[in-house]
C-alpha cells in the first residue's frame, strides 16, 4: 500500500494515480488530503502538492491535474537523463517533470479535444501530436514513466513490490473501413495460423 497525499483529491488525479499504480505497476493505494495523517503514516508515500514536508518522496503536481476545465494547459519542454519530456515539476521534486500529468494527458487523448487540425477523415494528425514532436510517439511512454516512478520509490521504500512492466510496443492498426468487417463470418475475419488472445 503507498499512501498519496494532495491538497485535493481531483477526479484527474485519482484516475491517473489508479491507472499508473493499480493497473500498470499492481500496488495498491490510498488517497489522503489530511497532511498531518501523511506525515504521520508509516506507509510508503508520495506527497503529490504545491507543499514539500521535508525529505518525503516529493512530485509537485503540474497544473493540468488541479483543472478542472476542458482548458488547453501550457506545455513546456523538460529534460531528464538526456531525454525531453513535458509538464514540469520543480526543482526540489525527485523528477524535473510530473509523471502523472503527462500520463494523463497522453492517455486521455486531451490535446485531440483541444486542437482543431484534422484530416480528411476526421482524425487528429498523429504527426502533430506531442508525442511526435517530442520523438515520444513510438514508445510506450506512459510504462516508461510508471516504471521511472517504480524505480524511484524503490531507491526510498525499497520492500514494496512492483510488477515488472513489458515495455513492447504494440501500435494500433489503421482502419479506414470500420464497418468492413460487419458483413463477414467471424472465421473470415481472424486471419489463418494466428491465434486469438
Known amino acids: 500500500m503507498i499512501l498519496i497525499y ?7 488525479i485519482e484516475y491517473i494515480f489508479k491507472l499508473v499504480f493499480n493497473q500498470i ?28 514536508f521535508g525529505e518525503e518522496f516529493y512530485i509537485k503536481p503540474h497544473r493540468l491535474t488541479n483543472c478542472k476545465a476542458l482548458l488547453k494547459p501550457t506545455i513546456n519542454s523538460v529534460w531528464y537523463e538526456g531525454k525531453k519530456y513535458f509538464c514540469e515539476s520543480s526543482n526540489d521534486s525527485i523528477l524535473p517533470f510530473d509523471p502523472f500529468a503527462a500520463s494523463f ?10 486542437e482543431s487540425d484534422r484530416d480528411k477523415l476526421n482524425r487528429y ?11 515520444l ?7 516508461i514513466w510508471a516504471q521511472l516512478v517504480a ?8 520492500t514494496i513490490d ?5 515495455l513492447s510496443l504494440f501500435p494500433p492498426s489503421t482502419s479506414t473501413m470500420p ?8 472465421g473470415e475475419q481472424v486471419p489463418h495460423g494466428h491465434g486469438l488472445y
Open 25 to 52: 505497476l499492481q500496488v495498491d493505494i490510498a488517497f489522503t488530503t489530511n497532511s498531518s495523517e501523511f506525515r504521520k503514516s508509516e506507509l510508503p508515500k508520495i506527497n503529490y502538492s504545491v507543499e514539500k
Open 137 to 143: 510517439l513510438q514508445k510506450p511512454i506512459v510504462n
Open 105 to 114: 494527458y497522453v492517455v486521455t487523448r486531451l490535446e485531440e479535444y483541444l
Open 6 to 12: 494532495s491538497d485535493e483529491i481531483t477526479p484527474r
Open 125 to 135: 494528425p498523429a504527426q502533430k501530436s506531442i508525442l511526435e514532436s517530442y520523438k
Open 151 to 158: 524505480d524511484k520509490l524503490s531507491e526510498v521504500y525499497p
Open 179 to 186: 464497418m468492413h468487417t460487419k458483413t463477414k463470418d467471424f
Open 162 to 166: 512492483f510488477r515488472k512492466i513489458n
